[in-house]
């Protein structure tokens, strides 16, 4: 079975502060893993994702993920957070059978 | 280009009533999914489809059921809502090992 693990609930930043989203994740095989962002009333817009290569992949907005398979980890960062990043932030898994399996998401407030 | 389409966005419905949300993509994707949003749960998977004519259950499928009978179109319904069942509900569409596409969601109240 896979799960996906996001340890805080909420965090606060200031703007232009780095910003460091945790994600853990439960999957027997290769995980594909993502990272979506939703704000307020809206939907969920794809971040980032890594299915194999590099560990370090890059995203939209300034956003990039580090892979460590010994950790189980698929942390998020950004090294200067902007006002318009507060939203929240779902790390998923999807398994061979092409489901999405999404953490319990991190709410991110900005405060200026 | 629509990509993922549901309705009704917003729905009130009384303990014991049904209903259906509907979700339409025009992205020829093979897979759709139901999930559904609560406040500290995350997206839960409902159900979801792997092409036309399947369907198969998630992590929350009861109370709930599914048809997918064209596919473009995948269908959710309540048969006897309850209050429990009042959430943010979001289809999804996706290609084989690609990302999900949402719809904007449907806020369903049971009272």
């Known amino acids: 079975a896979q799960s996906v693990t996001q340890p805080d609930i909420h965090i606060t930043v200031s703007e232009g502060a780095s910003l460091e989203l945790r994600c853990n994740y439960s999957y027997g095989a290769t995980p594909y893993l993502f990272w979506y962002v939703q704000s307020p009333g809206q939907g969920l817009q794809l971040l980032l994702k890594y299915f194999s290569g590099d560990t370090l992949v890059q995203g939209i907005k300034g956003f990039e993920a580090e892979f460590k398979r010994s950790q189980s980890s698929f942390n998020l960062r950004k090294p200067s957070v902007h006002w318009s990043d507060a939203a929240e932030y779902f790390c998923?898994?999807?398994?061979?059978?092409?489901?999405?399996?999404f953490g319990t998401g991190t709410s991110l407030t900005v405060i200026p | 280009n629509a990509g993922v389409t549901q309705t009704p966005k917003f729905r009130v419905l009384k303990t014991g009533q049904s209903m259906t949300l509907l979700c339409a993509q025009d992205m020829n994707h093979e897979y759709m999914y139901w999930y559904r949003q609560d406040p500290g749960m995350g997206l839960r998977l409902i159900h979801y489809s792997v092409g036309e004519g399947t369907t198969a259950k998630g992590e929350v499928p009861d109370g709930y059921n599914v048809s997918r009978l064209k596919k473009q179109n995948f269908l959710l319904g309540l048969e006897s809502a309850a209050p429990s069942q009042t959430s943010v509900y979001f289809c999804a569409s996706s290609g084989p090992f690609e990302k999900l596409f949402f719809g904007s969601g449907t806020q369903l109240s049971v009272l």
């Open positions: 998923a898994v999807l398994n061979t059978g092409n489901q999405f399996y």
